[in-house]
């Protein structure tokens, strides 16, 4: 019985990285806040657990670092706006290949949700 448990647990584990999501590409978002919504572009570049990219919205452009672990995104960007600077901070759920949506927080301007759709 446990060698039949053991051999079970090491084809799941062998099988997890089969699980995990890429989102390397183009994503259009549609952000809502309290102060307003937005539609940012972000193009990201999954490297394993890593993501890099840009932002291009409502902040310009920007530089845009994060992670990715099993059905969970996290990243941010610095940004200067209307005189203040701070971090456009974005976690959320990847729902399918071309689907994910979740939180924001851009500091003292405030916080919002967004979905997200792969081009």
């Not at 809502?32 to 539609?39: C, K, L, M, V, Y």
């Not at 990243?75 to 949506?101: L, N, P, R």
Request: with cysteine; charged share 20%.
């Amino acid at each position: 019985m446990s060698r039949l448990l053991l051999i079970t647990l090491l084809t799941c584990l062998a099988c997890a990285p089969l699980l995990a999501h890429d989102v390397s590409g183009n994503w259009e978002f549609n952000v809502d806040t309290a102060a307003g919504s937005g539609s940012p572009s972000f193009v990201f570049t999954q490297n394993g657990e890593k993501i890099t990219g840009t932002y291009s919205g409502l902040f310009g452009k920007a530089d845009v670092t994060g992670t990715v672990k099993g059905d969970q995104i996290d990243f941010s960007f610095k940004f200067d706006y209307s005189g203040q600077s701070g971090v456009a901070h974005y976690s959320g759920t990847i729902e399918s290949d071309k689907k994910m949506k979740g939180k924001v927080e851009f500091g003292e301007l405030g916080e919002g949700t967004w979905t997200a759709t792969k081009q």
